[in-house]
């Protein structure tokens, strides 16, 4: 492992900056020449990624949610999140489409997929719901390759409709009646990621967000399930769990990024929201990953789609 994670601009090229319309389209396979089908923990600060496999088998992971699928299987993942695969490289492949942060902010007014949450589903291609994601990424590939007029136009009501059937096949479409709370809990959400290394406030961050103590409870209730205060920590908890199970530091260093004093209190904390010491699950979430998988198993902690 690594000591840091790294983060790409398309996998294996350096962060560079990017046009706020920005796309990328191209297969997986496209760059087996640098990955040969292993694509090890990495993340993209500033795209977007949709991943549909339309051919093959193999184990994709997002953060530590970790789904053995065979095609067709199709993932989100917001920008920041970390992801990775392992797939025999001679008969899968995948579309991957990357879409800069900045046209996301357009996009994601034109779809009901939650923006800022990670998705991966696998399901059957027999099934009619999937046949129209297949067709519908096809369309996109094409369109990229052509440079036609008015492309950039097209490509954006392509990758609407794409991350609405994804929402569609994941049973995850968010009810309009919650519109305002979503807007708010999203732009807390991103708050909590760039500050909770900082150890801010309830006060503060209803401060920053121009709004009330009342109304930052109810967007993280309806929204998460859980008081500002929960998600802080959970968003904390991510990041721990993210620097064990990918990189080698230390708990005390773990313990400083994510805005704890010692490590004592960080194993502490740890322990009280998933039931083991961090070395403990650091070092069972390794041996999972050195064990064949069970082909065809579902060990994402995320419900799949009815497939037939």
Do not use: C
Request: a neutral charge; glycine letters at 6%.
């Amino acid at each position: 492992m690594a000591d840091v994670i790294p983060s790409f601009f398309v996998y294996g090229e350096p962060e560079q900056p990017l046009e706020p319309g920005f796309f990328h389209v191209e297969t997986v396979m496209a760059r087996r020449g640098l990955h040969q089908g292993q694509v090890k923990a990495h993340k993209h600060d500033q795209l977007a990624q949709v991943t549909y496999w339309f051919r093959g088998r193999g184990t994709y992971f997002i953060e530590d949610k970790v789904l053995d699928f065979s095609a067709p299987a199709v993932s989100f993942v917001p920008s920041g999140i970390v992801h990775g695969f392992s797939v025999e490289p001679l008969e899968s492949d995948a579309f991957v489409i990357s879409i800069a942060d900045g046209l996301m902010l357009s996009i994601r007014e034109r779809t009901v997929l939650p923006p800022d949450a990670p998705i991966m589903v696998a399901g059957s291609s027999d099934d009619r719901q999937w046949q129209r994601l297949a067709q519908l990424m096809e369309m996109i590939a094409n369109e990229y390759g052509t440079g036609a007029f008015a492309t950039q136009s097209m490509m954006a009501s392509l990758a609407s409709a794409i991350l609405t059937q994804i929402a569609r096949l994941a049973s995850l479409a968010p009810s309009s009646a919650h519109a305002r709370d979503s807007m708010l809990a999203t732009q807390l959400r991103q708050m909590i990621d760039a500050h909770f290394r900082e150890n801010w406030s309830i006060g503060r961050y209803t401060d920053a967000l121009a709004t009330t103590p009342h109304l930052l409870a109810k967007a993280s209730n309806t929204a998460f399930g859980m008081q500002v205060k929960e998600l802080i920590n959970e968003r904390r908890l991510l990041e721990a769990k993210r620097l064990l199970l990918f990189t080698v530091r230390s708990l005390e260093d773990i313990a400083y990024e994510i805005g704890l004093r010692d490590a004592a209190y960080f194993s502490r904390f740890f322990r009280l929201r998933t039931g083991m010491a961090p070395r403990d699950w650091r070092r069972s979430k390794l041996a999972d990953a050195v064990a064949p998988p069970a082909t065809g198993s579902m060990r994402a902690e995320r419900r799949r789609p009815d497939a037939k």
